[in-house]
């Protein structure tokens, strides 16, 4: 596709369309909006705005339509493959100003946001009213990020993903157009499922600019346990015999040696230096929670776990779980003259043992640094990569073993990427993984964005 690039004639509109001050061609906001959480580089934005509400928004999306301006949307740019990135050009809507809750319907179990509320500050209000909203990738993600990456974290083994969790939404379309689809219904059979096709595409199809959230009604009682295996092949197995039983934990995560000898080192938390099982349950009572936990031991040890160590009660939870959620910064700081790759792919469960081993086997093989570290109990394989920052040898092999155990997890009926979406990073997989329903997908892509304006060189190659 060919685009325009601004000329004085845009920058006067665009501006028009929001306000002087939330207009910017000034270098160091574009760079801010140049870079994710990724390795990707690509070209500086011409121009930063920051819309206040749906209609600016609308704005700007007509006018940019109409001119041939590539258009990408910003949330919190935590994304780990580019999916924010600018490869074309064009202008960047951060969305962080449209931030406001706009109602809370307890009753229902449902709020209404903004999409550049971010998740952990709507679980901080919602919590003096016994409610959450489940999904939570790690970082201080915005719930616009969340619904276009598709994000999920440690508790979607038992709540789902956020395309899950999502009700309704309001898009404002690349010609400008706005659309509301979905209700406020638990469940609808009604039509063709919109919610279903925006959540996942990464600003490509339109963008969101506010969503009806299922939440959830925080648990009366938390247990946890961490636990112990001779090999990750055993903990993977335990975790396939955890999920078939039907006990439905909250968080399945596991954790192989290296994070737990850092683990180690950063808490003195003197955890066996072995591969790792971080699991957590909700419950209503203890009495519950507790019966839960002695099954959860005897499937542990009928997989071969060397130690079990459990907690009842959201403290306890908590001080097992905090190591947990502090690891990639603790990797981060424990390799400082490195680059870090996060590898993300999914089978189903029963492949998990075989997807686990393997890519222990070519880290081995390869001899670089990674550390695994893995919602397990959906099947989702993450590797984080050290390599050095100038070592081109380095950065060959942990490509070269990227790309090995994507294709793997996608011959074994799994997917290029679990829970961090294609972005720039996943492209090459796509045929791989989809066949020829790729050119449905493109053929929607066209329907929906005719102009290819909206993140243009995203999903597709
Ligand atoms: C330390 C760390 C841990 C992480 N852990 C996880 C994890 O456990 N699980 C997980 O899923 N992810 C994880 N991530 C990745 C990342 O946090 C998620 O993908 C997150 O949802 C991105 O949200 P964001 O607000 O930063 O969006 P951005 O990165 O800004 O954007 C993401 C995508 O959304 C689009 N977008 C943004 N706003 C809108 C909108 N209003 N309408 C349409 N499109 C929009 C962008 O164009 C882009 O394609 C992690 C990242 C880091 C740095």
């Not at 690509?42 to 749906?54: H, K, Q, T």
Request: hydrophobic content about 40%; glycine content about 10%.
């Amino acid at each position: 596709m060919d685009y325009k690039r601004l000329d004085n004639h845009d920058i006067e509109m665009l501006k028009g369309f929001t306000a002087p001050d939330r207009f910017s061609t000034g270098e160091s906001v574009k760079t801010l909006h140049s870079k994710d959480q990724s390795r990707h580089v690509c070209m500086l934005p011409e121009a930063v705005l920051w819309p206040l509400n749906e209609s600016e928004v609308s704005n700007i999306l007509k006018y940019s339509n109409e001119q041939r301006i590539p258009v990408t949307a910003w949330g919190a740019g935590s994304s780990l493959e580019g999916n924010p990135l600018s490869v074309c050009g064009g202008i960047v809507v951060d969305f962080t100003m449209m931030n406001r809750v706009l109602d809370v319907r307890e009753e229902d179990f449902q709020a209404d946001v903004e999409p550049g509320v971010i998740y952990k500050e709507l679980n901080k209000r919602l919590r003096h009213k016994g409610l959450f909203f489940a999904p939570d990738p790690g970082a201080d993600a915005t719930i616009g990020g969340m619904i276009a990456n598709n994000s999920s974290g440690t508790r979607t083994v038992k709540y789902g993903a956020t395309r899950a969790n999502i009700l309704k939404l309001s898009i404002v379309l690349a010609n400008g157009e706005i659309i509301r689809t979905g209700t406020r219904a638990s469940k609808t059979s009604s039509g063709y499922d919109l919610i279903n096709l925006i959540t996942g595409s990464e600003g490509t199809l339109g963008v969101v600019t506010c969503a009806t959230l299922r939440l959830r009604g925080l648990p009366a009682e938390f247990s946890a346990a961490v636990v112990s295996f001779p090999s990750v092949e055993s903990a993977g197995k335990a975790v396939f015999e955890i999920i078939r039983s039907g006990l439905d934990p909250a968080a399945l995560e596991l954790l192989d040696r290296g994070c737990i000898s850092l683990i180690n080192r950063n808490t003195g938390m003197n955890l066996m230096e072995r591969p790792t099982l971080f699991i957590e349950y909700h419950g209503p009572s203890i009495s519950y929670i507790g019966e839960v936990m002695e099954v959860t031991r005897e499937l542990c040890a009928s997989s071969n776990s060397l130690d079990f160590r459990s907690g009842i009660g959201r403290d306890e939870r908590d001080k097992l779980f905090s190591s947990r959620h502090r690891l990639g910064e603790m990797i981060v700081q424990n390799h400082t003259d490195c680059l870090f790759l996060s590898a993300d792919t999914a089978v189903p469960i029963s492949a998990y043992p075989e997807i686990i081993a393997m890519a222990r086997e070519e880290v081995e093989k390869g001899g670089v640094t990674a550390y695994i570290f893995s919602h397990a109990g959906d099947g989702n394989l993450h590797l984080k990569f050290a390599g050095r920052k100038d070592n081109r040898d380095d950065w060959r092999v942990i490509n070269e073993i990227n790309n090995r155990v994507v294709s793997k997890a996608i011959s074994l009926g799994g997917t290029a990427t679990g829970e961090h979406g294609v972005g720039i990073g996943k492209r090459a997989f796509m045929a791989e993984e989809h066949g020829n329903s790729l050119i449905w997908m493109k053929k929607i892509k066209e329907l929906f964005d005719p102009n290819g304006i909206l993140n243009p060189g995203k999903i597709f190659l």
